[in-house]
């Protein structure tokens, strides 16, 4: 789209204008980077709260956090809080989880993971005595993958392919060209520790069996900064982070659906709402689907290298369908965080990933806040939601006729399993789908975390944080460099820091 009209500052305020598209953890942390850097900031969100695939349902008086549920890497939060000149724990506590989460096998054993080393020795050892030392020699390697992958290139810009060759020697030299699961394997024997220390990809997206061995940095990274919960949910962090923007001066607008990026030649203008209101900018993030960005919000005349074409070529994430319930009593036996697999890995992922079949049987996540947090439902409650990975809307299943029986098997294996006879103490309820990850969240696909993060479509492989189509176009969240999961869309924001220019350079 097009735009004539120079930009009109708003009155009083003549500052360089940014527009941020989606108020997602990526779109926030990105307003108060720019806030901080000079910038007036509006934020634009399509729906009725801020979040995005952090959004919060509210109901029969239960909290139900849509999203993220895992909090690593908090130092990235508390860097947004201090850029403002104030402190996180003003608005938000964070809780440290031991165990971080627990694993339950198919077989009946279980897993529990902690931060603390020798903890984790006793738990190896308890499964598979002879797999102690090959679990040293993997961690040893997650944490120098977690200094190349996260600390030294997860801000890093990718804007060109100079930037990926100073990094092709340490991909080579770790290995990256393996599978996370293949050099898990190359360390410990045992299958079950082997899924343990495999299947965190999943939590950005990704398949074990394809992504690249760099995500084995994962271990690491929740060992040396922990896992966390944000007491009152998720969306207490979306609410202080959206404080931080208001105290920059900057402004957030729900319900305002951008359709559009206004360019003049192959510099961005501004953006036009469905209501048909134009808003100037010198600067405009997009917090969106980076498919979404590009597919419908740029015209197509102005794209060069993420055309139709090529988007349909990418490879995407999973589906996801989460299933959010609250009941009547509690289930004290059962944790905060529970990886219920079940009697496949290889073949469920296989199923998921390459053959997009909806298959009988699969691995879930529950999650369980009032473990920590008795107040996300009413006294002598329990919230809950459950996840299970599935295959996103490529596969053409039909979400509106499967979504019931899904839930009904899903439910039966809880029954079976983590809590029985559940069902019957069930007050409150509802599903979300692939399709409305589509319908409501605009994700390509439908997709859980956006591309699937394999080692073609990783750095400089995905969509620039710096657009490569328009100037003053510029991307966040999990669409982008460095990819899905909270440490992932803050950096991504980080990066803004390196290739946007300061707000006095528009003056």
């Given at each position: 789209m097009t735009m004539m009209a120079p930009p009109q500052p708003a009155v009083g305020d003549d500052r360089p204008h940014a527009v941020v598209i989606g108020s997602g953890f990526g779109g926030l942390a990105a307003a108060i980077r720019l806030g901080a850097r000079g910038y007036r900031v509006t934020v634009l969100e399509r729906l009725d709260q801020p979040g995005g695939r952090a959004r919060v349902f509210r109901q029969d008086g239960f909290t139900f956090d849509a999203g993220p549920t895992i909090v690593t890497a908090p130092q990235l939060f508390a860097e947004l809080w201090e850029l403002c000149g104030r402190r996180m724990e003003e608005d938000v506590t964070l809780r440290a989880l031991s165990p971080f989460y627990t694993l339950r096998f198919d077989d009946g054993s279980r897993f529990d993971c902690f931060g603390d080393p020798a903890a984790m020795r006793r738990e190896v050892a308890r499964l598979s005595p002879g797999d102690v030392a090959g679990y040293e020699r993997f961690m040893r390697l997650s944490a120098a993958l977690c200094r190349m992958g996260f600390e030294e290139l997860g801000d890093a810009s990718f804007a060109g392919l100079a930037d990926m060759?100073?990094?092709?020697?340490?991909?080579?030299?770790?290995?990256?060209?393996?599978?996370?699961h293949a050099t898990v394997a190359r360390h410990v024997r045992d299958e079950r520790l082997r899924t343990a220390f495999s299947f965190h990809p999943l939590l950005i997206g990704g398949n074990p069996f394809r992504a690249s061995a760099i995500y084995a940095l994962i271990p690491h990274l929740e060992r040396h900064w922990g896992v966390h919960w944000a007491m009152g949910g998720t969306g207490q962090l979306v609410q202080g982070l959206c404080g931080l923007v208001r105290g920059q001066g900057g402004r957030i607008r729900l319900g305002a659906d951008v359709a559009g990026i206004l360019c003049e030649g192959r510099r961005v203008r501004g953006v036009a709402l469905a209501n048909g209101e134009r808003i100037a900018a010198e600067v405009v993030v997009s917090n969106a689907d980076s498919a979404w960005t590009y597919r419908h919000l740029l015209d197509g005349a102005a794209r060069r290298r993420w055309t139709d074409r090529r988007l349909d070529r990418t490879r995407s994430s999973m589906g996801l369908f989460v299933w959010y319930f609250g009941a009547r009593r509690r289930f004290d036996a059962v944790g905060h965080h529970t990886i219920l697999l079940g009697p496949r890995y290889r073949g469920l992922l296989h199923d998921i990933f390459e053959r997009k079949v909806l298959a009988p049987d699969f691995s879930l996540y529950l999650h369980r806040p009032t473990a920590t947090d008795p107040g996300m439902a009413p006294p002598g409650c329990d919230a809950f939601y459950v996840l299970a990975p599935v295959p996103n809307l490529a596969s053409g299943i039909d979400w509106q006729a499967q979504a019931e029986p899904f839930r009904q098997a899903v439910a039966r294996r809880l029954s079976d399993t983590l809590l029985p006879g559940f069902e019957a103490d069930i007050v409150t309820s509802r599903v979300m789908t692939p399709q409305d990850f589509r319908d409501d969240l605009l994700a390509f696909r439908g997709s859980g975390f956006g591309m699937e993060p394999i080692l073609t479509q990783s750095a400089w492989f995905r969509p620039h944080n710096r657009s490569e189509?328009?100037?003053?176009?510029?991307?966040?969240?999990?669409?982008?460099?460095?990819?899905?999961?909270?440490?992932?869309?803050l950096s991504s924001a980080r990066v803004l820091d390196k290739v946007v220019p300061h707000a006095h350079a528009h003056a």
């Open positions: 060759a100073r990094a092709v020697p340490g991909l080579l030299r770790y290995g990256a060209w393996r599978s996370v189509e328009v100037a003053g176009l510029y991307l966040v969240g999990a669409g982008t460099h460095p990819g899905a999961g909270l440490p992932g869309v």
